[in-house]
């Protein structure tokens, strides 16, 4: 998905949310960002959100589903509880180099040395305490933002190097980091 800033009007996101009944993941679709920047704007709007679990069932609908599901065998792990030696085997299997996520130890490096509360502050200050990918503030959020590294190297402590993002958006670069690099480096420079 291309990554861009969009504004939202308030009055739109609730006519398309409650009035057209559209999901955040439609309405991200329309503006061509991330459901979750939708849920941001939602939350910064404070515009309330369906739940699934709210919708109220008939008797007569109950009855079809317990029919329905009468006699089928329950999905794996529902309503057990899992040994503590199987959770073991369960965590082993997905540690260090087995992992999805895995990235050369590269959690494990240091820092460099000019990284500090204060250059974090300063980085804080100078994207003015907001999430440079959603535009949620620090305020909205009710935590402090997380200083990235653009280039991924811990070392590489240069102001131009660093950025604010929430953790949502954090998050995501951990993913595709190419082309995150690539995407921050010409958003905030125009250049590659």
């Given at each position: 998905m291309e990554h861009k800033n969009i504004k939202i009007e308030k009055e739109l996101l609730i006519s398309l949310y409650w009035g057209n009944n559209y999901s955040s993941r439609n309405i991200g679709k329309l503006f061509g960002c991330y459901h979750t920047t939708i849920l941001h704007y939602m939350d910064r709007y404070n515009i309330p959100r369906r739940f699934r679990h709210s919708q109220k069932h008939s008797e007569e609908t109950k009855k079809r589903i317990g029919d329905v599901q009468r006699g089928k065998p329950k999905p794996?792990?529902?309503?057990?509880?899992?040994?503590?030696?199987?959770?073991?085997?369960?965590?082993?299997?997905?540690?260090?180099?087995?992992?999805?996520?895995?990235?050369?130890?590269?959690?494990?490096?240091?820092?460099?040395?000019?990284?500090?509360?204060?250059?974090?502050?300063?980085?804080?200050?100078?994207?003015?305490?907001?999430?440079?990918?959603?535009?949620?503030?620090?305020?909205?959020?009710?935590?402090?933002?997380?200083?990235?590294?653009?280039?991924?190297?811990?070392?590489?402590?240069?102001?131009?190097?660093?950025?604010?993002?929430?953790?949502?958006?954090?998050?995501?670069?951990?993913?595709?980091?190419?082309?995150?690099?690539?995407?921050?480096?010409?958003?905030r420079f125009g250049v590659e």
């Open positions: 794996p792990l529902q309503g057990r509880t899992i040994p503590d030696k199987t959770k073991k085997k369960m965590s082993e299997a997905h540690k260090g180099e087995k992992n999805y996520n895995f990235n050369n130890w590269s959690s494990r490096e240091p820092y460099g040395k000019e990284w500090s509360h204060e250059l974090r502050k300063q980085i804080r200050i100078t994207d003015n305490y907001t999430c440079q990918e959603c535009e949620m503030t620090e305020e909205e959020l009710g935590y402090r933002l997380s200083v990235h590294h653009i280039d991924f190297d811990k070392q590489n402590n240069d102001l131009e190097n660093l950025i604010c993002l929430c953790k949502s958006c954090h998050t995501k670069t951990n993913f595709n980091r190419e082309n995150w690099i690539e995407y921050y480096r010409l958003r």
